[in-house]
T-cell receptor, first 118, second 114 residues
Framework: AQKVTQAQTEISVVEKEDVTLDCVYE???????LFWYKQPPSGELVFLIR??????QNEISGRYSWNFQKSTSSFNFTITASQVVDSAVYFC???????????????FGQGTILTVHP | GAVVSQHPSRVICKSGTSVKIECRSL??????MFWYRQFPKKSLMLMAT?????????EQGVEKDKFLINHASLTLSTLTVTSAHPEDSSFYIC??????????FGPGTRLTVT
């Protein structure tokens, strides 16, 4: 069975601070995919990044960066110089790949509510 | 990019009535779609996997007679909440897989049962 843990339920920061959202996952699949989504108050999920289990290269996109560490089963997300518009719920998710017992199924973490104060 | 639509975006219904929610993939064919449910301030929970041309696969604890899923074409899956009750009030989100690692989510449907 798959499991995704986002231990931080809520984080509150002041604008321009850096913030890291933690994500730890469990899976028995050899091939799997990791995702981060942003959910603003409207409810619509906004795709942020996708990583497959064979690609541990970290990624930076503007103020966003992701650190994938297979050795610790973690896929952490950092927002640099946070802004009020970053306030939302952030979900980490795991999907099983071909040949695995959880093929195609997406498992979400509990979500982290990020509030950025002006 | 690929778009998945849901209709309606909001619905209010009376207890005991049935409600149908549509999920459409607008620019690709999806043999597999998924239905999720989200309670306020909670995570998304997978309810069922909708397979085109065959029966849906329900997750443990989800009543298949309560939540009827039909995937009649490669671009449309429907979720019908039958005999809705206030505890069925929730945010329902669908997703469609373009490939195994590429899924697109609908904007969600907020159901309120009075």
């Amino acid at each position: 069975a798959q499991k995704v843990t986002q231990a931080q339920t809520e984080i509150s920061v002041v604008e321009k601070e850096d913030v890291t959202l933690d994500c730890v996952y469990e899976t028995r699949d050899t091939t799997y995919y990791l995702f981060w989504y942003k959910q603003p108050p409207s409810g619509e999920l906004v795709f942020l990044i996708r990583r497959n289990s064979f690609d541990e290269q970290n990624e930076i996109s503007g103020r966003y960066s992701w650190n994938f560490q297979k050795s610790t089963s973690s896929f952490n997300f950092t927002i640099t110089a946070s802004q009020v518009v970053d306030s939302a719920v952030y979900f980490c998710a795991l999907k099983g790949g071909a040949g695995g017992t959880s093929y195609g199924k997406l498992t979400f973490g509990q979500g982290t509510i990020l509030t950025v104060h002006p | 990019g690929a778009v998945v639509s849901q209709h309606p975006s909001r619905v209010i219904c009376k207890s005991g009535t049935s409600v149908k929610i549509e999920c459409r993939s607008l620019d690709f064919q999806a043999t597999t779609m998924f239905w999720y449910r989200q309670f306020p301030k909670k995570s998304l929970m997978l309810m069922a996997t909708s397979n085109e041309g065959s029966k849906a696969t329900y997750e443990q604890g989800v009543e298949k007679d309560k939540f009827l899923i039909n995937h009649a074409s490669l671009t449309l899956s429907t979720l019908t909440v039958t005999s809705a009750h206030p505890e069925d009030s929730s945010f329902y989100i669908c997703s469609a897989d373009r490939t195994v690692d590429e899924q697109y989510f609908g904007p969600g449907t907020r159901l309120t049962v009075t």
